[in-house]
């Protein structure tokens, strides 16, 4: 019974004794619902934050919605820092819907965290198996490690001149020259006294900045005054080629009340713009309208919109005019491959007819990413996202190029402090450079001094040499695009080597390492690969030819070296007969090489007959049979050996064709007139 008492004391105490906490608690939280139906979003999340301080410990269900009304206000401004800390925090309070599962995993993106993210897009797609959002995410996930492995050859920066603490975005080209360059921002010159409810920011307005001979561009000013500029949000500008016309964005608000954004046209009137008028598009007045982009021609608009038809949250459209300057048709959803179930927007007509715009519906890297598509007859081809460093985990949208380059300005919000800056973006040169080390092929040292030549498919000839680490290079300004490199290494002593590079049909930029080893020349001769002749008979034959092709090509790679061909019979017949046997089969490999184009007074062919038995330098293993290294195969040894297999096989080592340098300074002749050979001049006719 006492136990009851004080309980209806705490309650009598709980609604009499605070009624003003109970009162203004409801009052807070219904302003908070009210400002977050509105889109006043930056207002509502301090308003959702003190209502959930004061039911937190009391109310877990209630606590853990306003977690989740938290996380979508930060969410829909774009702090997606804080929206993860919060979805995470709805999640772990096992907020009903699994959607806080999905935007938690969205949010991991937006921060760069994708394999974070992956796994939360799998347990959101095991839950909800039938929304499209599951499977997007995933191959978003995929995709975008993929594209962070393979960036393109794009520079981008932010321009610090362009870019203030609020957000700056949607730059447009005001002239054909693209001289000028006008966009939106929120910073504290614009016009606008209020701020926006969204964002806490001030209502963006139109700068405009202009670019000097020298190619500096000036510090940005507010576009004017009026008319185009006014008290409420102006941005996504599109200016027509003849800069005649201007079409851009502009969100009306009333107090309290979300008028929704609209398409106005302005035309120019000398060097002001005229009193913008709506482009008739739609009479929805729920319906929202932006983002427009005129083609080069002036006759087709591309906008974003939600109106009926769309397929997702946001399309891109589009209405079609018979003249510049003319009255826009109805509009057409572009439809799909370019608009999917989710957000599409900022499109951007690029000169020869591509369309760029920004999406979330498709697999990209993070929030909003930029993808193009280009105009077929079979209809529009399936969007290619643009990859890093143009996208990013953040949002990416709002792409503009000049005239003829590959460069122009976009905007984003990657950034640090989370707000929208104009970056640049330029195609980067293609360079490419080959570098390496020479080595010793037998000890694998470094060779200081070496000639290291680079002959390009151009025609081109570039030569080095090896530092005293045996490394060479050729740098981007030798190294050219769309050309295949012979390196041909040559150092007295050594015979030449050679590698092979290309740069035929790169788009990247690369660094080449190419190490070469070079054989040093031995003294000792060099065994060919095995020839084989008829009996009694020195004529080369065909199929033995090709194994001669690896000296042709050495004596080539080597110019200057000038070599003795000895041929070898094996000890049986008369030292007459193996002499004149062995001098005519060494005479054909000199009559070969010399048909390839080798220079006769650098060949000298010698038949030694039986007389120089083979020393086996390596251990040598072949059909079961073993020669050891250091074994001469005289004709003692032969005669000692007790298979009559081995001995025969003993006999066909002996018959060998061997090469051996003799000189190194031999000086290839010059063209014939240096040689002294009366060149006929033919008269012009």
């Known amino acids: 019974?006492?136990?009851?008492?004080?309980?209806?004391?705490?309650?009598?105490?709980?609604?009499?004794?605070?009624?003003?906490?109970?009162?203004?608690?409801?009052?807070?939280?219904?302003?908070?619902?009210?400002?977050?139906?509105?889109?006043?979003?930056?207002?509502?999340?301090?308003?959702?934050?003190?209502?959930?301080?004061?039911?937190?410990?009391?109310?877990?269900?209630?606590?853990?919605?306003?977690?989740?009304?938290?996380?979508?206000?930060?969410?829909?401004?774009?702090?997606?820092?804080?929206?993860?800390?919060?979805?995470?925090?709805?999640?772990?309070?096992?907020?009903?819907?699994?959607?806080?599962?999905?935007?938690?995993?969205?949010?991991?993106?937006?921060?760069?965290?994708?394999?974070?993210?992956?796994?939360?897009?799998?347990?959101?797609?095991?839950?909800?198996?039938?929304?499209?959002?599951?499977?997007?995410?995933?191959?978003?996930?995929?995709?975008?490690?993929?594209?962070?492995?393979?960036?393109?050859?794009?520079?981008?920066?932010?321009?610090?001149?362009?870019?203030?603490?609020?957000?700056?975005?949607?730059?447009?080209?005001?002239?054909?020259?693209?001289?000028?360059?006008?966009?939106?921002?929120?910073?504290?010159?614009?016009?606008?006294?209020?701020?926006?409810?969204?964002?806490?920011?001030?209502?963006?307005?139109?700068?405009?900045?202009?670019?000097?001979?020298?190619?500096?561009?000036?510090?940005?000013?507010?576009?004017?005054?009026?008319?185009?500029?006014?008290?409420?949000?102006?941005?996504?500008?599109?200016?027509?080629?003849?800069?005649?016309?201007?079409?851009?964005?502009?969100?009306?608000?009333?107090?309290?009340?979300?008028?929704?954004?609209?398409?106005?046209?302005?035309?120019?009137?000398?060097?002001?713009?005229?009193?913008?008028?709506?482009?008739?598009?739609?009479?929805?007045?729920?319906?929202?309208?932006?983002?427009?982009?005129?083609?080069?021609?002036?006759?087709?608009?591309?906008?974003?919109?939600?109106?009926?038809?769309?397929?997702?949250?946001?399309?891109?459209?589009?209405?079609?005019?018979?003249?510049?300057?003319?009255?826009?048709?109805?509009?057409?959803?572009?439809?799909?491959?370019?608009?999917?179930?989710?957000?599409?927007?900022?499109?951007?007509?690029?000169?020869?007819?591509?369309?760029?715009?920004?999406?979330d519906g498709h697999p990209g890297m993070g929030g909003l990413d930029i993808f193009r598509t280009s105009l077929t007859p079979d209809g529009w081809t399936e969007p290619e996202n643009l990859g890093t460093p143009i996208n990013s985990a953040a949002d990416d949208f709002g792409i503009v190029f000049k005239p003829g380059l590959e460069q122009g300005f976009f905007s984003s919000n990657r950034g640090r402090t989370g707000s929208y800056d104009i970056h640049s973006f330029y195609l980067a040169p293609v360079l490419f450079s080959i570098s390496g080390t020479v080595y010793d092929d037998s000890t694998q040292t470094t060779l200081r001094g070496a000639v290291v030549q680079l002959l390009g498919s151009d025609g081109s000839l570039i030569q080095t040499e090896t530092d005293r680490d045996g490394s060479y290079m050729f740098d981007e300004q030798q190294v050219r695009e769309n050309t295949s490199y012979e390196i041909l290494v040559n150092m007295t002593g050594y015979f030449s080597g050679r590698a092979q590079e290309s740069t035929v049909g790169l788009d990247r930029s690369r660094d080449f390492e190419v190490d070469v080893s070079i054989a040093p020349i031995p003294v000792t001769a060099i065994a060919l690969p095995e020839i084989l002749y008829e009996f009694d008979s020195w004529e080369l034959q065909t199929q033995f030819k090709d194994s001669l092709n690896g000296l042709v090509q050495t004596m080539r790679d080597n110019p200057n070296i000038v070599i003795e061909l000895a041929s070898h019979t094996d000890s049986r017949g008369t030292h007459e007969y193996n002499d004149t046997l062995s001098q005519h089969r060494a005479q054909a490999v000199v009559n070969y090489l010399v048909e390839q184009g080798i220079e006769k007074e650098r060949l000298e062919a010698v038949g030694y007959g039986k007389r120089k038995p083979r020393l086996i330098e390596t251990t040598i293993e072949r059909d079961g049979y073993v020669f050891e290294a250091g074994t001469e195969l005289t004709e003692q040894y032969i005669d000692s050996l007790t298979d009559e297999d081995q001995q025969e096989l003993a006999h066909q080592l002996n018959r060998r064709t061997e090469f051996r340098v003799t000189r190194e300074d031999y000086e290839p002749p010059g063209p014939p007139e240096e040689q002294g050979i009366e060149v006929p001049i033919v008269p012009e006719e």
């Open 1 to 359: 019974m006492h136990g009851n008492k004080l309980f209806f004391i705490s309650l009598i105490l709980l609604l009499f004794v605070f009624p003003d906490d109970l009162f203004a608690q409801n009052r807070r939280l219904e302003r908070a619902e009210r400002a977050f139906e509105l889109r006043q979003y930056d207002e509502a999340v301090d308003l959702y934050r003190r209502a959930y301080n004061r039911v937190r410990r009391r109310d877990r269900r209630e606590a853990t919605r306003l977690i989740f009304q938290i996380a979508l206000c930060h969410k829909y401004t774009n702090n997606h820092r804080m929206a993860e800390a919060w979805f995470n925090r709805a999640v772990r309070s096992n907020y009903p819907d699994p959607v806080a599962i999905l935007y938690l995993a969205d949010a991991m993106m937006n921060n760069g965290k994708y394999d974070d993210a992956l796994e939360q897009y799998k347990k959101y797609a095991e839950k909800v198996p039938d929304d499209w959002r599951g499977p997007r995410g995933i191959a978003s996930v995929e995709l975008a490690r993929k594209l962070k492995e393979e960036p393109n050859e794009y520079d981008v920066e932010a321009i610090r001149l362009f870019n203030s603490r609020y957000d700056d975005f949607t730059p447009a080209f005001a002239d054909h020259r693209a001289t000028s360059l006008i966009f939106a921002s929120s910073r504290d010159d614009a016009l606008g006294r209020e701020n926006d409810p969204w964002t806490g920011n001030k209502h963006s307005s139109f700068f405009i900045t202009f670019q000097d001979r020298a190619g500096d561009w000036g510090r940005p000013r507010l576009l004017d005054e009026g008319p185009i500029n006014t008290e409420y949000n102006e941005g996504a500008p599109s200016v027509n080629a003849s800069a005649t016309e201007m079409f851009f964005t502009r969100c009306v608000r009333a107090e309290d009340v979300d008028m929704g954004c609209r398409i106005y046209k302005a035309t120019r009137d000398g060097a002001n713009w005229t009193n913008p008028q709506v482009v008739p598009l739609t009479t929805d007045s729920l319906v929202t309208v932006g983002h427009p982009a005129i083609s080069p021609d002036e006759l087709t608009l591309y906008f974003a919109s939600d109106m009926a038809g769309s397929i997702g949250e946001m399309d891109i459209w589009v209405v079609r005019r018979n003249s510049p300057g003319g009255e826009f048709g109805q509009p057409e959803n572009l439809g799909e491959p370019i608009n999917t179930k989710g957000t599409e927007m900022f499109p951007y007509v690029h000169e020869d007819g591509s369309l760029y715009f920004a999406s």
